[in-house]
């Protein structure tokens, strides 16, 4: 059974568990303090156990991290790609190499409840296979071009009822346009039909449509006026088309009244129509039963595709070279087309003799003893059909198990050739449920009928844009007709049709605009916060100054009469409100540094420091300081923000240093990346391959316990009373806030009576 965190039925867990696609869903494992720290395997099925082979071998209970999902090396990216997807609420796309088989899959993940669903697809196979096919491709090409005889492949354009109204080429070469005496142009862009008109074979054309539709062949000699050639004209279905060759048999034809016998023998070698030939005289007994079969002739391409030199083959039996050929029957079909007269064509598999292949064969009688045999290796052929089959099987189980809608639709153009509407054409079955429409209105209906603001949406827009350009895009669209937003990802099949898949995301939208909302309201509501804390901490000063001076008068005119007591309460007012006026000033740097600088600037940081040092020189001769101080960097920043920085910091090493114990401060500074210190903070994932700056300042004080390493940078927040060491709690806050203002970091590491650390981190 699947893990009730799916939520699905015994039937469904049965499906899913089957599906070839790799499915994995994670829950997150958080911390005490509520921060992820890692996820946990609650459902994998058989396709996702086998791909990433853990040595465990079941892969539910397992934790990413912990048990090194998919490999220990791997994991950690693996971990950061979840949280991401599980923290944004975004779909992305994941790669990566399993255990065992050091395979590389793609993968796609959404939040999925409470958690983050992984789809995965082997993608190596089909990408070798696509490799192979235009290396077969390229292959297939050079030899046309490279042929001795003309070669075109035309291809059928039919109507949308499927009939054939033209032919136009896929591939030719330059020797065919030669023979037909046509231009460049001509050849590459005239249609079989254009063609024979310039032939003046017009009349032609259907017996090239029965070639595609019966699969009959063409077998004629043609005399072309532009060329002044005789040409032999062979034509065979290919596909959805034909490949037509064409030889040049213009000196035949001119030395026919002296060569006649032969030049029938040849020309029945060139209608044969494939490349590779030979000749065989029949070898009878007294009675006139065939023997054997003798070669008397062989051609090039026989000699490629057999492996064998005419000294070979010339003048040895068919039985003596290839016995395979008796007892698979293909010497059998010889000898009764030399009886009878009729011509054969077939083809088999041929394993023997050292050969490996598809043949297609065809024979036919030539003279009153003998048989001209053609044939082409079309082993590849056989294996593109039988791998087209494997991908329609592929693409009917991805279209069944795919928890993704998928659907294909076909646009409608007006007489101008605009996109006027659409219709979906194909649509599985989770495309209709995810949809919420009818399979029978979601397949018959024009989109405006389902839809009829459709025209007007950015969804239809971009449709158009990439029926045009083929550039593919994802997009989020309300289909108002059921309620539900869709994520969509399109892609261009062709000129004509769309590839849409796509998923339901109304809760994970619906979320998405309550957060935004959130936000805004959030952002208000600092603003107030900001311009209170601005306003209050400004009013306040002038009472805090009065308080200060008439409790300072006070004292002054009465001191005669005051007791100890009365003094010590006059001079708690004093501190009271000394404490106040500071706690003013640092809300008021707080509020300055709480927005981004606008003016940015080369700073030097020697040059800050030194400043720092200036200000602080009081302190630093009272306490006998001794600070230590590296070359520091030039930053991009604000000269004021930036000084308040290094101040806080130093100002707090020598207010928490040890009694007795003069202070030792040490800044440093050195280049990082970003991955150098993901350990230590987090940055967004743009900066993780960033270059950085980071600079320490550490002292030899009093210290902390590690457990507040956090704590310390919150506003207020002291370890310290007010008795011990005097201070806000601002200070180590309006650090923090610089360091984000200028798109870094701040965090410290201490212990408790040897000192503390605080580690900058600027942006090179």
């Not at 039925?9 to 720290?37: C, M, N, R, T």
Request: hydrophobic share 40%.
């Amino acid at each position: 059974m699947i893990s009730n965190d799916l939520q699905t039925s015994s039937i469904e867990a049965s499906i899913l568990y089957q599906v070839p696609d790799a499915l994995i869903w994670v829950k997150p494992v958080s911390s005490g303090e509520g921060a992820v720290e890692d996820f946990e395997i609650g459902y994998a099925n058989k396709a996702a156990i086998e791909a990433i082979g853990h040595p465990k071998g079941e892969l539910k209970g397992l934790h990413i991290l912990r048990d090194g999902i998919p490999t220990e090396k791997g994991a950690p990216e693996n971990f950061k790609h979840f949280l991401d997807v599980y923290q944004t609420g975004e779909m992305k796309e994941f790669t990566f190499t399993t255990h065992s088989t050091n395979r590389v899959y793609e993968t796609v993940r959404h939040l999925h409840n409470e958690g983050v669903l992984s789809i995965t697809r082997d993608r190596g196979a089909q990408r070798q296979a696509e490799q192979r096919e235009k290396a077969t491709r390229r292959t297939m090409e050079s030899i046309v071009k490279a042929s001795p005889i003309g070669i075109a492949v035309f291809d059928a354009v039919r109507s949308s009822e499927g009939a054939i109204l033209d032919f136009k080429v896929r591939v030719y070469n330059e020797q065919r346009n030669g023979l037909l005496g046509l231009t460049e142009e001509e050849g590459a862009t005239l249609p079989l039909s254009g063609i024979l008109q310039i032939l003046g074979s017009a009349n032609a054309f259907d017996r090239y449509v029965e070639v595609v539709e019966k699969g009959t062949s063409i077998q004629r000699e043609q005399y072309v006026e532009r060329s002044r050639k005789w040409l032999s004209v062979d034509a065979v279905k290919l596909d959805d088309g034909f490949l037509a060759m064409l030889g040049d048999i213009t000196e035949l034809k001119q030395s026919q009244h002296v060569l006649q016998q032969q030049t029938d023998y040849l020309n029945n070698i060139l209608n044969a129509s494939l490349s590779a030939v030979f000749t065989c005289e029949a070898i009878r007994d007294e009675e006139g039963t065939i023997l054997d079969l003798r070669y008397t002739q062989i051609n090039e391409m026989y000699k490629q595709m057999i492996g064998k030199t005419e000294e070979e083959v010339l003048g040895k039996t068919m039985r003596e070279l290839f016995p395979t050929a008796v007892t698979t029957g293909v010497f059998a079909t010889h000898c009764n087309v030399i009886e009878t007269g009729v011509a054969a064509r077939f083809d088999l598999r041929y394993e023997g003799e050292g050969l490996d292949a598809w043949f297609d064969i065809s024979s036919v009688k030539v003279g009153e003893n003998g048989v001209v045999i053609t044939f082409a290796d079309v082993l590849e052929q056989k294996k593109a059909a039988q791998k087209i089959e494997e991908q329609k099987r592929l693409l009917d189980n991805i279209l069944s198990g795919s928890s993704n809608g998928i659907s294909v639709s076909e646009v409608i153009r007006d007489e101008q050739g605009q996109v006027v509407d659409g219709r979906t054409i194909l649509a599985n079955d989770a495309a209709v449920q995810i949809a919420g429409i009818p399979r029978d209105i979601y397949l018959s209906k024009k989109v405006t009928e389902i839809d009829p603001g459709m025209l007007q949406s950015p969804y239809f827009l971009m449709c158009v844009q990439t029926l045009e350009t083929g550039k593919p895009f994802i997009i989020q669209h309300f289909l108002e007709i059921t309620g539900r937003w869709l994520e969509i990802s399109v892609s261009r099949m062709d000129q004509n049709h769309l590839i849409h898949v796509f998923t339901d995301v109304t809760p994970i939208k619906e979320a998405q605009l309550q957060k935004d909302l959130l936000v805004e309201e959030l952002k208000r509501s600092n603003q107030s916060l900001e311009e209170f804390a601005h306003v209050a901490s400004h009013d306040m000063k002038e009472p805090l100054r009065k308080i200060r001076t008439f409790a300072s008068r006070l004292k002054m005119k009465l001191t005669q009469g005051l007791d100890e007591k009365d003094t010590g309460l006059i001079d708690r007012i004093e501190i009271a409100a000394e404490r106040m006026q500071l706690l003013v000033d640092d809300l008021l740097e707080f509020s300055h540094v709480n927005e981004r600088p606008r003016e940015m600037e080369w700073v030097d940081l020697n040059e800050k420091v030194q400043k720092v040092l200036a200000d602080l020189e009081l302190p630093i001769e009272e306490k006998g300081a001794r600070i230590g101080m590296g070359s520091l960097p030039t930053v991009k920043g604000n000269r004021r923000q930036l000084q308040q920085l290094f101040y806080n910091l130093i100002s707090n090493a020598l207010k928490y240093s040890k009694p007795a114990t003069p202070p030792e401060i040490s800044i440093q500074s050195r280049k990082v990346m970003g991955t150098d210190v993901s350990k230590s903070v987090n940055l967004p994932v743009d900066q993780e391959n960033g270059a950085f700056h980071l600079i320490e300042v550490r002292d030899n004080g009093i210290g902390f316990d590690q457990l507040y390493a956090e704590r310390i940078f919150r506003i207020f927040h002291r370890l310290h009373g007010k008795s011990e060491y005097s201070g806000t709690g601002v200070g180590l806050s309006i650090a923090k806030k610089v360091t984000e203002n200028h798109n870094g970091a701040i965090w410290a590491t201490s212990e408790i009576g040897v000192g503390s650390t605080f580690y900058i981190l600027l942006p090179v």
